[in-house]
């Protein structure tokens, strides 16, 4: 009995301009092929029941072939669009939810700290500070008395003026050392006598050991993120909108302490790091939304079918906040047709990097050797 073995074809990434003259050319061709496609159909079927067993080995053989060249694009139509980038837009014009940009409370004159305190209000600081002291006193409670030389052996609750200058001393990043506690350190060639002054090391250390539960003691799993994620994430949204062109992309962030959605990619430059997913402004590089992925916990739409691609997931999440008529960049893992489809019902714009044996798309794809002039 015969068999039907696809050929695993190597990938190449193409570009915009690669696929948009792969379709011009499947479309012109395709015309000339029906006929030919519409014969050798009448004659497979007409001999399927009139051949012996080796005829129809020989007819299932040549099945799969053609099911291996030819992809379920070939039951649907590819006309030439125009290049033309102002025609094209006219089909669905740019609607954003508000005019694009930071919001009117900021200006060209606002300072840093004004920039920082849209995205850090009040609301957002204090829960952080409630967050920080309730697991102080869980960690008393549980290592009553706490040990000689525990962090939470002086612990006195936080408050705001103090949590601004935790905030400053966390600057540090601009000057990378071996050990936190090196930044106290006397030795001449480490000794920067600003941060002492500016908090002392003990209360320091107590602090940052205490921040890194960002939520209710109770919590477990994602819950000890997500929430305090979504509450920034609104303020972020809150104070820019983006311009018509976005990216999504995958974001990694660095993280080698145990958890059990920690991923390991050593082709990253992070290898062991959480994974992410982002809308940015393709302007500013603003981050609008972000998604963390916790495997099969990631808070994807429920009314996703187990067939539904991770790509179309992850844009109708990260584009939720957004309205008509973006334009959308994004790399060859999340060019599929699906997701073309999906953006196209939604109105949105598509533009992307193309695997060539990808499901639904031109076969002839596979065949082009274009260069860019």
Request: hydrophobic residues 30%; aromatic residues 14%.
């Amino acid at each position: 009995m015969a068999s039907c073995n696809p050929t695993r074809t190597r990938s190449r990434r193409l570009t915009a301009q690669q696929a948009a003259a792969a379709l011009q050319q499947w479309n012109s061709s395709d015309e000339n092929n029906s006929e030919e496609s519409d014969s050798d159909e009448t004659t497979s079927n007409s001999d399927d029941y009139s051949e012996d067993e080796s005829n129809n080995d020989d007819d299932v053989n040549r099945f799969c072939r053609q099911s291996n060249r030819r992809s379920h694009a070939d039951s649907m139509i590819w006309n030439e669009i125009s290049t033309n980038r102002d025609q094209f837009r006219l089909s669905v014009p740019f609607e954003p939810t508000r005019t694009p940009g930071p919001t009117n409370t900021l200006s060209a004159e606002s300072t840093a700290l004004e920039c920082l305190q849209e995205l850090l209000t009040d609301d957002v600081i204090d829960e952080m500070i409630r967050m920080i002291n309730d697991y102080a006193q869980h960690k008393i409670s549980v290592n009553n008395p706490p040990r000689r030389r525990s962090v939470y052996s002086n612990w006195r609750p936080i408050s705001q003026p103090e949590f601004y200058k935790f905030l400053a001393v966390i600057a540090m990043g601009l000057d990378k050392r071996p050990a936190l506690k090196d930044y106290w350190s006397t030795y001449p060639s480490y000794y920067t006598p600003w941060f002492g002054q500016i908090f002392p090391r003990d209360r320091f250390l107590a602090i940052y050991h205490t921040m890194l539960h960002a939520s209710a003691v109770e919590a477990e799993s994602k819950e000890k993120i997500e929430p305090f994620l979504n509450k920034l994430t609104q303020n972020f949204q809150a104070a820019f909108y983006p311009y018509e062109n976005v990216s999504i992309d995958e974001m990694v962030i660095g993280w080698k302490g145990k958890w059990k959605y920690k991923q390991y990619n050593p082709a990253k430059p992070k290898k062991y790091h959480i994974k992410t997913f982002g809308l940015c402004d393709s302007i500013t590089g603003y981050v609008y939304n972000i998604l963390i992925y916790f495997g099969k916990e990631t808070s994807y739409d429920p009314n996703f079918d187990a067939s539904t691609g991770q790509a179309q997931k992850v844009f109708e999440f990260l584009l939720r906040p957004l309205g008509q008529g973006h334009h959308v960049f994004a790399d060859r893992y999340y060019t599929t047709f699906e997701l073309i489809k999906y953006l196209t019902d939604h109105k949105t714009y598509y533009t992307g990097t193309l695997m060539p044996n990808r499901r639904n798309f031109p076969a002839d794809l596979k065949s082009l050797n274009l260069k860019i002039k």
